[in-house]
């Protein structure tokens, strides 16, 4: 099993350019998340899709939007890209709504993402 | 919004003594989950914690969730090179669907 595929695994943007961050999972999962992380800051959420058809804001959205494209894929793109958004990025996905309980999340390899 | 504070940024130990991670949260959390990030890795699941005054050991790994369901704790017997990494803490304040509040993790240097 592969778990959570995140492509790409590094990217350098310029500043004004724009990019979508891919995200599959293939266990079956109802929900999926989007999580910056930043030396000091811990991860913090983007956006979430607690199940295919919907999608949330999280903490920090601003500057990004999100596809949920069908139950496995969950993508997140930058419109224009700003030196702020240099982070690391995660994917991450979990069975939540199934009897609404709470589970682990299965976090993706990461994209590290530079904006010059 | 929900906060959550997690104790010390940093902790450097030799190898063979024990570490202890704390975590408290500015509302009552549903349940509350750790993670365990390597060095240049991805965050991997540990446990999750529901009950209030729950204790689950893994190993050598003892989690607590306080009775007022606002902290935990992370303690670590006997600390292995094995253990380097970052300790996260995360926590659900409502029914779970509004995503994972993290802490921001406690680094676990280990000197040989």
């Known amino acids: 099993n592969a778990g959570v595929t995140q492509t790409p695994k590094f990217q350098v943007l310029k500043t004004g350019q724009s990019m979508t961050l891919q995200c599959a999972q293939d266990?079956?999962?109802?929900?999926m998340y989007w999580y910056r992380q930043d030396p000091g800051m811990g991860l913090r959420l983007i956006y979430y899709?607690?199940?295919?058809?919907t999608t949330d804001k999280g903490e920090v959205p601003n500057g990004y939007n999100v596809s949920r494209l069908n139950k496995r894929e969950f993508s997140l793109r930058l419109e224009s890209a700003a030196p702020s958004q240099t982070s690391v990025y995660f994917c991450?996905?979990?069975?939540w709504g199934v009897g609404r309980q709470t589970y682990g999340y299965t976090f993706g390899s990461g994209t590290r993402l530079t904006v010059v | 919004g929900q906060q959550v504070m997690q104790i010390p940024q940093y902790q450097h130990v030799q190898e063979g003594e024990d570490f202890t991670t704390y975590c408290n949260s500015s509302t009552t959390l549903s349940n509350i989950q750790w993670y365990k990030q390597r060095p240049g890795g991805h965050p991997v699941f540990l446990i999750q914690l529901v009950k209030s005054g729950e204790v689950k050991k893994q190993k050598r790994l003892t989690f607590q969730f306080g009775e007022a369901k606002k902290n935990s704790s992370l303690h670590i017997t006997a600390t292995q090179t094995t253990d380097v990494g970052t300790y996260f803490c995360a926590g659900h304040s409502g029914g779970g669907a509004d995503g994972l509040t993290f802490g921001k993790g406690t680094h676990l240097i280990i000197q040989p």
């Open positions: 266990m079956n999962h109802n929900s």
């Open positions: 899709s607690a199940s295919e058809g």
């Open positions: 991450a996905s979990s069975p």
